[in-house]
């Protein structure tokens, strides 16, 4: 198994979608690449992630960006649908330097790529969100998203 960091805006769809995945055997939702955490639980700088573990042989780096590209908007900085602000960046974060060169071959290939507003970076730092947050749409599938129900459902 092996572990990429995937933002995509608001943590609570990206893991609803992220988790029908095929190959993907664990996600959790949590914060990247951010300056600090107070006690109060305010996550200076971070971008709203999920955590996700995944099988090389069955879904690759490529895979996965090509999956985050059918629930965000590419060009879009700081905003996911209504959700503004530099926690809603969209990126993807790993410790593995290959994970970090296939994600930017993907977008290298892309004829839009000078347009495309997704980090590529190494995970700096990751924070795990409280349990309220974990599979959060599962227990309230009300709840806004700006990812559609029937993308969500998509590869169920």
Request: hydrophobic share 35%; proline share 6%.
């Amino acid at each position: 198994m092996e572990t990429v960091y995937i933002a995509g805006g608001c943590l609570w769809g990206v893991q609803a979608f992220i988790k029908t995945l095929p190959g993907v055997e664990f996600t959790e939702a949590g914060r990247a690449n951010g300056t600090g955490c107070t006690l109060e639980g305010e996550y200076d700088g971070y971008a709203e992630c999920v955590k996700t573990r995944f099988n090389p042989s069955v879904v690759t780096v490529n895979d996965l960006m090509g999956y985050l590209f059918e629930i965000i908007d590419p060009y879009s900085v700081n905003r996911q649908g209504e959700d503004v602000g530099p926690k809603y960046r969209t990126g993807v974060y790993s410790e593995m330097p290959e994970h970090l060169k296939e994600a930017r071959a993907f977008l290298d290939e892309r004829p839009d790529r000078d347009r495309i507003a997704v980090e590529v970076l190494p995970l700096a730092n990751y924070v795990r969100s409280a349990e309220e947050h974990q599979d959060r749409l599962d227990k309230f599938p009300d709840d806004y998203c700006h990812i559609p129900k029937k993308v969500l459902s998509r590869h169920k």
